[in-house]
């Protein structure tokens, strides 16, 4: 082995680094899917915050009927 | 210095199989009995905050059947009932699951604390805590009382509920934690009567596993008998009116005909053995939703203008 293809190889192991992990098709609607119900649920969580501070700091929602 | 580098693969679970972690039917039980307590304590709740309460007792509990799962995968992987579960399934690396329960658990606890009250926040994680380290990890592989002392676990939601709506606890809902308490041991005794194959190939110390069924049919009509009575009580003792009072003892007197059937059908076939208790079993399920069901509507006929002002 010379020492231009040792460098050569080094190379082409520095590009599959960088290329990564590749996901298949199932993997990536799965990771989407979990992404989606993830961002749902914080901004669930979020909206939660918002309505009781409403009803316990200010108490504009326990005005009443 | 040397790192041992172990290639995971990307995983495939869905939200479905996460889902499936949280164990929807158990959850589903545990939220109806908080939210009997939640409504027969006698203050006004905000319903916002009623709900809030809901929710995290909700993820509290489905926390607690992911770590559950999480530890128990290796028994899982051993018994039909429980083999195609997320993590025995491969659907789910046991981190991903660990790390899922982990976050909900804390996440519920912090979140119930904040929005409702501390007592609420402090029951909901002893209930998580008494589950995973008590239940599961301690007594469930080493003792056939297992289920007698986790049921604790599963018996303290009424008392999450009554406690979110009003910041302490008394003696109704203790009723209520006792009546889920005596419920247990015959509703998965007579569960085990059917699977005690599974539960000795999985190594699991089930009482039929140690004692032998003949014992736990024995034990399972004790626990009826004590159950029946015990149910009652809340209308005995002026919390509930009387139509709780009939449908209490009469669904306990049914219970008790099905427990002594499953002890009559000792040391006949196999299959009318099994019938037994599968209906046993079955009607324990009913029997748990119907009492706590005519207690809410006992409870808001009593008082309904306060509990739709409320």
Redesign the interface.
């Known amino acids: 082995m010379t020492i231009s293809s040792t460098v050569k190889d080094v190379g082409k192991d520095e590009q599959k680094a960088i290329t990564g992990?590749k996901?298949?098709e199932?993997?990536m609607r799965?990771?989407r899917?979990?992404s989606?119900?993830i961002a749902i649920s914080l901004g669930v969580?979020v909206i939660?915050?918002y309505?009781?501070t409403l009803?316990?700091g200010p108490a504009v929602?326990?005005r009443p009927l | 210095m040397s790192a041992t580098l172990v290639r995971v693969e990307?995983?495939?679970?869905?939200?479905g199989d996460?889902l499936e972690l949280m164990k929807p039917r158990v959850m589903s039980l545990v939220v109806f009995t908080a939210f009997v307590g939640l409504m027969v304590a006698p203050v006004h709740m905000?319903p916002?905050?009623g709900l809030?309460a809901l929710?995290c007792i909700a993820v509290g509990a489905g926390a607690a059947g992911a770590l559950n799962m999480w530890y128990d995968a290796d028994i899982d992987a051993r018994m039909a009932r429980t083999a195609s579960r997320p993590i025995p399934a491969g659907r789910i690396a046991p981190g991903e699951a660990l790390a899922f329960g982990v976050t909900l658990a804390i996440g519920s606890v912090v979140?119930l604390g904040l929005?409702v009250n501390p007592l609420a926040a402090a029951l909901l994680a002893v209930t998580i805590a008494f589950y995973v380290l008590i239940y599961t990890m301690w007594l469930k592989r080493r003792t056939p009382h297992n289920i007698v002392v986790g049921g604790a676990a599963g018996a303290l939601p009424p008392a999450i509920g009554w406690a979110a709506a009003t910041g302490s606890v008394a003696v109704e809902p203790i009723l209520l934690f006792l009546i889920i308490f005596f419920w247990t041991p015959p509703h998965f005794w007579a569960l085990s009567l059917y699977r005690v194959g599974d539960y000795a190939r999985a190594g699991v110390p089930m009482l039929p596993v140690v004692a032998g069924e003949a014992e736990t049919r024995r034990q399972i009509v004790l626990y009826s008998l004590l159950l029946a009575p015990l149910s009652a009580a809340p209308w005995v003792l002026g919390y509930a009116g009387a139509l709780y009072g009939v449908v209490a003892l009469v669904a306990g007197a049914l219970l008790v005909v099905l427990a002594l059937r499953v002890l009559a059908e000792q040391g006949s076939e196999a299959e009318s053995r099994h019938l037994a208790s599968k209906r046993l079993f079955a009607f324990s399920i009913f029997y748990l939703f119907l009492v706590f069901a005519v207690l809410l509507v006992d409870g808001l006929a009593a008082n309904p203008i306060a509990r739709i002002a409320a």
């Open positions: 992990v996901l298949t199932q993997q799965a990771r899917a979990r989606i119900a969580l939660l915050f309505i009781v009803v316990k929602l326990m | 990307p995983s495939i679970a869905g939200v996460y905000h916002v905050i809030t929710i979140v929005l």
